[in-house]
């Protein structure tokens, strides 16, 4: 059974920073794309950033300059670096991956549980 399992948020004042991280586990043959989600109140969910196995990265409009999304593909981790932190960046975080599991010859997408991220003073 393969698990995502993210850390790292909390409460942090405008103009902080907060790192996620995101750690899979189980039993995983391959992981191709990582990418991280937001979800706000009342709004959908968006994506935030993601990154190819290759390493290839693309950003939201709304968080370019200030996230940054990397990748340990030996570990089967990813991150997400947020600096300069707004008030609307406040949502719960997701953490998707596109991966596939020993034995099976389909691809198949998992979401963590989700961590907030509060931005407030």
């Known amino acids: 059974q393969v698990q995502l399992v993210e850390s790292g948020g909390g409460l942090v004042q405008p103009g902080g920073s907060l790192r996620l991280s995101c750690v899979a586990s189980?039993?995983?043959?391959?992981?191709?794309?990582m990418s991280w989600y937001r979800q706000a109140p009342g709004k959908q969910r968006e994506l935030v950033a993601i990154?190819?196995?290759?390493?290839?990265?693309n950003y939201a409009a709304s968080v370019k300059g200030r996230f940054t999304i990397s990748r340990d593909n030996a570990k089967n981790t990813v991150a997400l670096q947020m600096n300069s932190l707004k008030p609307e960046d406040t949502a719960v975080y997701f953490c998707?991956?596109?991966?596939?599991?020993?034995?099976?010859?389909?691809?198949?997408?998992?979401w963590g549980q989700g961590t907030q991220v509060t931005v407030s003073s």
């Open positions: 998707n991956t596109n991966l596939r599991e020993r034995g099976s010859n389909s691809i198949a997408t998992f």
């Open positions: 189980g039993s995983i043959f391959s992981i191709y794309a």
């Open positions: 990154i190819t196995s290759g390493g290839s990265t």
